[in-house]
């Protein structure tokens, strides 16, 4: 198989990743190569076959609903790149209401 | 000092013979000493160290000490711990001071272990060379041409060269045995489940599993039988008693089978290497085993299911890091789609991002039945393989890697010759089984490892033969003499 760059700046987009023009091609070439190899797969017979997505065959476990957190909210946003007021900040998201709506 | 064991150590410090402080120093001299060649800390704790170390001489002084006071130890640079750097390996973690430990980490400590570094590693676990990480190459200690393997490759060349006497690993397709492998010691993968994964940055939730790297059999029984147990905050934990791994290490091995798997012994592996396995399991049929060949017919295909399945996993699991709560943030993002994906370029490196760009592409629409969910079902038939096999023995046998140690930059350029270095570890990752690799002789003065496969939670078994397997041959006894 191959990507067309749409096909692959859909990917990207999908995964939020910005990729550089001049990373693109090494990474479409890298990408298909990889999928290509995925091909083998086709040789088992999974006719009938349950997908295996645990290596344990084991129920969820269930706790009671009780709070057992403590509130440690300013220690982790010691780690954020921008906060305010107990709030994480990014880029505004909703546009401002100009003064005539 | 260096070129003792942990267990040997440990009795050192429990007679008096030494101190754990002078044990502490002595370690921390040999990292300043001889790291800046291998690269394998990412961090260094010295201050904290010796305090800890100080802490340990009183528990020792007063008789209240078990057997992994006032060892010096190193974690992989993906368990958090507290009020230090937990950077994965990556830029986009570089900046992280994680404010609590992972469960690992805190039963080590509450062990009395002492906490001398974070070791260097592929970025976010993703590589078999250790050539991925942020913080540069990690070097052999056999040849410093040579990669140490990956992705605990800062793990294991600290412990072969002698840095510190353990280290923490996690092994995700391989990552603890194949450079336990490469740089001649023992590296231990646990039964999925076996060890809390909570605090451990993950990257394939499904595989994922911490362990030990360690010069013996006996060291790493001791490390599991702290590390391992039940966890609430894990919800894959297993809730079942932890045996004592050590007390089962000397049991005679007569009449164990031992299965040798012939998908192991393909062309891709080295005759150098095929030959010193295969007198490895002499060395076990003198020891009373009986041996016998076995065959897991789906084996061959673990490597492009791994390599959908890991990457589907990582690409869902590295979604958090999106520049807003912490870790690498773009700067004047011009709106919330620029902050999350200049970002995450800025801040993965290209393995990562290829295997975020393959998980994404495997799980989206239209592909999710072709490549995810085959996958998956193939990994089932790779599990009932192992089953099907561990109702006629008791262990599986074969190389852990098809060659020894290759040279730094010599895989880098094509993705899929990287990943086939893991052809003979990845399975057990997929069926979620524990396995160990113990040294086994030199290659043309490399070293090889011998992979030796358990059932489910049968690591005692694991742990038994390599200790007896020890007991007989010195190979996990030799120490690279550049950093004797």
């Known amino acids: 198989m191959s990507f067309d760059r749409n096909e692959f700046e859909n990917l990207a987009f999908l995964a939020r990743l910005d990729v550089g023009a001049e990373e693109m091609d090494g990474l479409v070439a890298n990408l298909t190569r990889i999928i290509d190899f995925f091909e083998q797969l086709d040789q088992a017979d999974t006719e009938g076959v349950v997908p295996m997505a645990h290596p344990l065959d084991m129920p969820q476990r269930l706790r009671d609903d009780i709070v057992t957190e403590q509130d440690r909210r300013a220690m982790y946003q010691g780690n954020a790149p921008q906060t305010d007021a107990g709030l994480y900040l990014v880029p505004r998201v909703i546009d401002r209401l100009t003064a005539n709506e | 000092m260096h070129s003792r064991t942990l267990a040997e150590l440990s009795a050192a410090l429990h007679e008096h013979q030494i101190s754990s402080e002078e044990l502490t120093r002595h370690f921390l001299g040999r990292i300043e000493r001889h790291d800046e060649i291998l690269n394998a800390f990412v961090t260094v704790a010295a201050e904290g160290a010796l305090a800890s170390a100080r802490d340990a001489d009183k528990k020792l002084a007063s008789g209240d000490a078990g057997p992994l006071t006032g060892i010096p130890i190193a974690h992989k640079d993906l368990f958090c711990t507290t009020g230090l750097k937990t950077s994965c390996g990556s830029k986009m973690l570089d900046n992280f001071v994680s404010p609590y430990d992972a469960t690992v980490v805190e039963r080590l400590k509450h062990a009395g272990s002492i906490l001398v570094g974070k070791t260097n590693m592929d970025e976010y676990a993703m590589g078999s060379s250790n050539e991925t990480s942020y913080y540069g190459v990690v070097h052999n200690p056999w040849d410093t041409d040579r990669v140490p393997g990956g992705s605990s490759g800062g793990s294991a060349a600290a412990v072969a060269a002698g840095l510190v006497v353990a280290a923490t690993g996690t092994d995700t ?146 979604s958090r890091f999106d520049g807003v709560r912490f870790g690498h943030r773009a700067s004047k993002p011009k709106d919330l789609h620029d902050l999350y994906c200049r970002s995450r370029a800025e801040g993965f490196g290209d393995e990562v991002k290829r295997r975020i760009l393959t998980g994404t592409y495997v799980l989206s629409a239209g592909y999710y039945d072709a490549y995810y969910l085959k996958a998956q079902k193939v990994r089932h038939l790779i599990a009932d393989d192992f089953k099907r096999a561990f109702e006629k023995v008791d262990l599986l046998m074969g190389p852990t890697t098809p060659t020894a140690a290759f040279g730094i930059g010599e895989k880098t350029d094509d993705p899929i010759t990287m990943y086939l270095n893991d052809v003979y570890t990845i399975g057990v990752n997929l069926a979620g089984l524990p396995a160990i690799s113990v040294p086994c002789g030199f290659d043309a003065g490399l070293p090889v490892g011998l992979h030796i496969i358990g059932n489910y939670f049968d690591e005692e078994r694991i742990l038994n033969a390599a200790h007896m397997y020890q007991r007989e041959t010195d190979w996990h006894n030799q120490r690279p003499e550049a950093f004797a």
């Open chain 2, 173 to 318: 397709g391989g990552s603890i045995r194949q450079p336990a492998a490469l740089t001649g010691i023992t590296g231990l993968k646990p039964t999925y489940g076996r060890v809390s994964r909570w605090g451990m940055v993950a990257f394939a939730s499904s595989l994922d599993q911490a362990g030990t790297l360690t010069h013996t059999a006996e060291d790493a029984s001791l490390l599991l039988g702290v590390m391992a147990g039940f966890d609430t905050r894990d919800s894959t934990s297993v809730d079942r008693p932890v045996p004592d791994y050590r007390a089962s290490l000397e049991k005679p091995l007569d009449g164990m089978r031992v299965g040798v798997v012939d998908e192991f012994f393909d062309p891709g592996l080295e005759s150098g290497v095929a030959t010193l396995v295969e007198q490895a399991i002499d060395a076990f049929k003198g020891l009373g085993a009986d041996v016998e060949r076995v065959h897991l017919p789906n084996l061959g295909l673990s490597v492009p299911t791994y390599y959908v399945v890991a990457p589907a996993e990582c690409s869902s699991n590295l």
